[in-house]
């Protein structure tokens, strides 16, 4: 793939240049998001890539709470749930954290696969509630790193209000944080939203069979994006029923635990790991994947059609019970 960053807070840069393959253009890019051109693919691909962006790259985020103390107003799972949605820094997660589930050095949680955070707060004031913000999460880790650390981005330095606090009133949580994706559960999440269109011309006519009163009104033109495609390009497509759109243009916005650039990037990659996989899976000659030997693997298994067949009922396949034991049927 190839890819190139022109403009923005990042200057140019480019990415896994290739004479041949898709090609990333970015047109603006900001603190949290990013506008950008996928070119020489199909949609199948653009719709991959949005999606890789979307669940398939690792952040960090709470996943236990640790409970000590609770006199608040709010249950505990209520207040678990909020720290779990608090935005946490996972810029370099992918390569230094490990997955819990997959880490050698541990059970549960270790400072390899896992970042733990305190909570602690109380009320003194008989007068005045305490707000309780993102920022009076302290990590206890001592990592050279950013990891795990609360993402604040207001003027006072504050972070989302996660509670408020009266008279006597006291927390006291031990939190920790793991790596994960976003389709394991939404709080692992990188993106708050990541949309894209093609053909802003409507030279393919997609639109114009997609409308209840104004396809005009229901579907405006984005100007930037036609500007983009040559107006004289394609003109005669719409008499083309095989023809494709050329061009993707994407609109991702981030929630703050990793910069743009990186987002885009994890994407990608994420997608090259999948083909990796399955190319492997399918070569003779690479190593196997996940246990698998491709197709050198031996095949215990016999297909249901080469097995004798028993017509008395539904499990009539083999000879040993499982689903066969009741012969009758239903």
């Known amino acids: 793939m190839s890819a190139l960053y022109n ?5 140019a840069v480019a990415i896994d240049q290739e004479d041949q393959g898709p090609k990333v253009t970015v047109r603006k890019v900001g603190s949290d998001k990013v506008d950008f051109v996928l070119q020489s693919c199909s949609l199948g691909f653009a719709n991959a890539v949005r999606r890789a962006v979307i669940a398939e790259i690792p952040t ?4 236990l709470v640790d409970i000590n103390t609770n006199s608040s107003v709010l ?29 050698e050095y541990c059970d549960d949680h270790c400072d390899r696969c896992s ?10 004031d008989e007068h005045n ?11 206890v880790d001592d990592r050279a790193d950013s990891i795990g650390q609360p993402v604040i981005r207001d003027p006072n330095g504050e ?3 996660i509670l408020k606090l009266r008279h006597n009133q006291e927390i006291d949580f031990t939190c920790i944080a793991k790596k994960g994706l976003a389709k394991e559960h939404a709080k692992w999440a990188p993106t708050a939203a990541v949309g894209f269109e093609y053909d802003p011309l409507n030279k393919l006519k997609h639109t114009s069979y997609w409308f209840e ?57 994420a997608l090259q790991l999948k083909l990796t996989e399955i190319l492997q899976s399918l070569n003779p000659g690479q190593d196997g994947v996940n246990g698998m030997n491709g197709v050198d693997a031996g095949d215990d298994y016999e297909p249901m059609d080469q097995q004798p067949y028993d017509a008395g009922g539904y499990g009539g396949y083999g000879a040993t019970g499982g689903y066969g034991a009741y012969q009758s049927g239903y």
């Open 7 to 11: 403009g923005g807070a990042y200057g």
């Open 60 to 63: 960090v985020a709470i996943d």
């Open 75 to 103: 249950p505990d799972e209520f207040l678990a749930h909020r720290l779990g949605l608090i935005p946490l820094h996972s810029r370099g997660v992918a390569d230094n954290l490990n997955y819990t589930r997959n880490c």
């Open 115 to 124: 970042v733990t955070l305190r909570l602690r707060a109380k009320c003194t």
């Open 129 to 139: 509630i305490l707000k309780v913000f993102a920022s009076h999460l302290t990590r």
């Open 159 to 161: 972070g989302p209000l």
């Open 213 to 269: 009163k104004d396809p005009i009104e229901e579907w405006p033109v984005d100007k930037v994006n036609a500007e983009w495609e040559d107006a004289d390009e394609q003109a005669d497509v719409a008499n083309n029923p095989d023809a494709q759109p050329s061009a993707f243009f994407f609109d991702l916005e981030g929630v703050g635990v990793l910069e743009p650039d990186e987002i885009v990037e994890g994407g990608v990659k």
